[in-house]
């Protein structure tokens, strides 16, 4: 790769990629709101806000490939959701198309099928339960991915991201903790192959607690090296049982899924 793009670059994951995706591409340019000054041999940044359409087409113009991990990553109010993760996604696809920027990989959620029971196993296929304002608006980013491939051929991987973390900090996390260097192996992965089409993407190690299956995304070639297992004594010791009836448990999203309705008072 020579110039690639890389959204939310000061945000937790944003940090982690530019640290293992150090010297894969000739030019990693990096945005964000918050300006970043520590920049590496073959970084470069440029300040944008993604609900300002002209920003974001000078932002993407030049690069071969976009990483699109910005906007808000926790559930919010609609307002709050609204710039970053509906605009903002919006925008970086018509100005890939604009541009002719043909593939993206983009930052979905696992929450998109959080409402899913944790005794359902997922692939590809399985339908949309978002558990979360948030979730919503991952859904919206895979339809407008799909819906961009389909008329103007700009190729996605919509990676539904589990937990990325240096460790998985709970029982769940057990299920849908992502390595930081198995996420950035995948970008690899995404930005290699041949053809990639719209590809759903199931973020996780090779966990033995898994609730996902990537069978059909094995054409990537992309064979994730850890597992939750190593540290799966720890959590254990760490995270006492809870109650087999208590609503999080129900639900592959969590607490996402039991938490109320964002805009209703306390």
Not at 231 to 238: A, D, G, I, P, Y
């Amino acid at each position: 790769m020579k110039r690639v793009l890389l959204t939310g670059a000061a945000g937790t994951l944003g940090k982690a990629m530019r640290r293992t995706l150090a010297g894969w591409a000739e030019e990693l340019v990096l945005s964000d709101l918050v300006e970043i000054t520590d920049l590496n041999p073959g970084e470069s940044f440029k300040a944008c806000d993604l609900a300002d359409f002209d920003a974001v087409k000078t932002l993407v113009k030049g690069c071969d490939g976009i990483i699109h991990l910005g906007g808000q990553s926790i559930e919010g109010t609609f307002e709050s959701i609204l710039n970053g993760n509906l605009k903002g996604t919006y925008h970086i696809y018509e100005a890939a198309r604009q541009h002719q920027v043909t593939r993206i990989f983009f930052a979905s959620s696992n929450h998109v099928v959080g409402f899913h029971s944790r005794e359902t196993r997922l692939d590809a296929d399985s339908p949309m339960r978002p558990d979360s304002l948030y979730g919503v608006s991952k859904g919206f980013g895979e339809l407008l991915a799909r819906y961009y491939f389909e008329k103007f051929g700009i190729e996605s991987a919509l990676v539904r991201i589990g937990s990325c973390l240096p460790k998985p900090l709970d029982r769940r996390m057990l299920s849908t903790w992502l390595s930081e260097e198995d996420m950035a192996d995948l970008v690899k992965c995404v930005f290699s192959v041949n053809r990639l089409a719209c590809t759903v993407v199931y973020g996780a190690s090779n966990n033995p607690w898994s609730w996902w299956d990537n069978r059909k995304a094995n054409f990537l070639g992309w064979q994730p090296k850890d597992s939750s297992a190593q540290f799966e004594t720890e959590v254990l010791s760490q995270d006492p049982l809870m109650d087999r009836d208590h609503p999080a448990l129900l639900f592959q999203g969590g607490f996402f899924a039991t938490a109320g309705h964002f805009e209703d008072d306390d």
